[in-house]
């Protein structure tokens, strides 16, 4: 992202419009976004390194992620992805159409509406949050952790509200191209959680965590506000929801909503059989969770933050064809990027997690217990970053039904795997069903794309209607680019193994951890390994991120 990405100036066209990237755009305007989410990804994986030396794979971290549960859900569900798929293109069209005061109050209403529904959503789970926890979330917990668990719920669902906020201000921002302070929110949420670990959870124990989580939800919202006052923002206390625009956010939420729903169902079903198996495993799996993401936060969530607002643009503008091409692009680079991400991943499993989390409580077993479940996470990556860009389409082009159709089926899936596997692998089960549905996920998700662009260009009576869907999603062209990418992640991985033959099993080199060393270097040669084997297999995207290194550094 250039400087002039962070003003609300280059946030519009000369019509008043907001401006829409190129594939190039996006990619320039990702770099910074990819930094920033570097660092939050990094100060997220510094807060669990915290924590894990703090609380182990224990009880109490149990209690404290099954807590996360339903204020995680109600944010999810009412204020989370479902509000932003469907208020960023409504929120980018009525900008488009030069109306920013209209827009504004559009802003406005959401806000106050959605603020209203969360105070009376969380007050009523405070009130019932007991029996909730003893009966639905974890019933396998025994009485002592069920208390516990309830006490953190009750702090954690005050912080909910304040996210919801956050959340809308943040979607307001990425629709006019303003990314630089929503990119910060999440390092600033990081940051509190740390310091709760880090000062107050010796003296307080789990509880510290809790006061993290509110103080960072305040944190999330604050750093945003500067950058919302910049856009000229007009605040109207008015709780119209019989207004036009209120309605169209609505009615795109309801799909979203019903695939979110069964999104956390899955979650909340992995909470409830997790809490049957040994103390441990809950937290094992979350752990194993946040790894997998990390790459693909990286990678994906930036690409699709940054171009999200640009397929609204441009489907705002009716130039359906550029975005098409769009996509593309940002495919083929998101399957460059993930599919050695994956790859690393699995190689470098339990090297990785000695290295990022054993110490303090996180011993030898928790290594072992974690990585066990990052092998079954990591085969989904790939698909968990296509399903990231995709979906942004479907909801540029006003279209939150299509996924949440594939959404449903894919989690409904995950459930009746998720309890066919659990008796053989154990909470491995759990995140091996998981991979298998987000790829089904994605393949569904592209097919039923691949279809709406056929009806879309019969439908205008183009010539050709069948060529024109195939240029507009170029299977072969990714088939070829995701080949490449996987033959260059095989010879990678070929290579790491055979140099981690070198290493001693265990014990220390010249005084440093086995492992350390293990995941250190493997990770270094295995991207230099995938970089020259990548450049040798005449890959395009290696050398279009090379010419992109080339123009940040003349920046």
């Known amino acids: 992202m250039t400087n002039s ?109 959605l603020t209203l529904f969360l105070v009376l959503l969380c007050g009523l789970a405070t009130l019932f949050a007991e029996p909730l926890v003893a009966t639905v979330i974890a ?19 005050a912080s909910t509200v304040v996210f919801g906020a956050s959340g809308l201000i943040m979607g307001a ?32 124990g789990i509880h510290g965590l809790v006061i993290g989580v509110a103080a ?33 956010v609505a009615r795109l939420m309801g799909p979203r909503v019903l695939g979110l729903l069964f999104v956390q169902l899955n979650f909340l079903v992995n909470t409830i059989l997790a809490s049957r198996l040994p103390d441990g495993s809950l937290s094992a799996l979350n ?28 489907v705002a503008a009716g130039n359906r064809g550029q975005l098409l091409a769009t996509l593309s692009g940002l495919l083929r680079l998101i399957l460059f990027l993930s599919i050695p991400a994956a790859f690393l991943l699995i190689v470098l499993d339990e090297p990785l997690v000695e290295l990022l989390f054993q110490r303090g409580r996180f011993d030898a077993a928790s ?64 995140a091996l069903a998981n991979s298998i549905a987000t790829a089904l996920e994605m393949l569904a998700l592209l097919i039923l794309l691949a279809r709406k662009v056929r009806a879309h260009n019969q439908e205008a009576g183009q010539a050709a209607a069948r060529t024109a869907a195939v240029q507009g999603l170029p299977v072969r062209q990714l088939l070829t680019s995701g080949g490449r990418s996987l033959l260059a992640s095989a010879v990678m991985a070929g290579v790491i193994l055979l140099g981690l033959e070198l290493l001693p099993d265990g014990g220390d080199v010249f005084g440093i951890p ?18 020259l084997a990548s450049y040798l297999l005449g890959s395009a995207e290696i050398r279009q991120l090379a010419a992109l290194a080339r123009r940040r550094a003349q920046t």
């Open 139 to 157: 019933p396998g917990f025994s009485a002592e952790q069920q208390q516990l668990t309830t006490s953190l719920m009750r702090w954690m669902l």
């Open 287 to 314: 752990y194993a969770w946040l790894l997998m993401l990390l790459p693909q936060g990286i990678f994906a969530q930036a690409v699709a933050t940054v171009a999200f607002p640009t397929f609204s643009a441009q």
């Open 5 to 113: 990405d962070s003003r609300s100036a280059d946030a519009q066209n000369g019509s008043g419009g907001v401006r829409a990237l190129d594939s190039k755009g996006i990619a320039s305007a990702a770099t910074l976004v990819i930094l920033l989410f570097i660092l939050s990804r990094g100060t997220g994986l510094l807060r669990e390194m915290i924590i894990g030396a703090r609380f182990g794979t224990s009880a109490d971290l149990d209690a404290y992620l099954a807590a996360f549960r339903i204020p995680d859900l109600l944010f999810q569900l009412v204020a989370g992805g479902a509000l932003g798929s469907a208020f960023i293109p409504t929120f980018a069209a009525a900008w488009t159409e030069d109306s920013q005061q209209q827009a504004w109050l559009l802003f406005s209403r959401v806000l106050n509406l």
């Open 514 to 531: 086995a492992g350390w060393v293990a995941a250190v270097a493997g990770a270094g040669l295995g991207v230099s390994v995938y970089a």
């Open 367 to 430: 290594t072992q217990a974690v990585a066990y479940a990052l092998r079954f996470y990591a085969l989904g990556l790939v698909a968990h970053a296509v399903v990231e860009i995709v979906v942004r389409v479907f909801y540029a082009l006003h279209d939150t039904a299509t996924p949440v159709v594939a959404g449903v089926a894919t989690m409904a899936l995950n459930i009746l795997l998720s309890l066919a596997l659990i008796g053989r692998l154990g909470y491995g089960g759990l």
């Open 216 to 248: 960072g939800a305040v944190l999330h919202l604050l750093v945003q506000l500067p950058a919302l006052l910049r856009q000229n923002v007009r605040y109207r206390f008015s709780f119209r929801a019989g207004d036009a625009q209120v309605r169209e």
């Open 173 to 204: 921002l990425n629709a006019v191209q303003h990314f630089l302070l929503p990119a910060v929110a999440p390092v600033l949420y990081n940051c509190a959680i740390i310091g709760g670990a880090w000062l107050l959870a010796p003296a307080i």
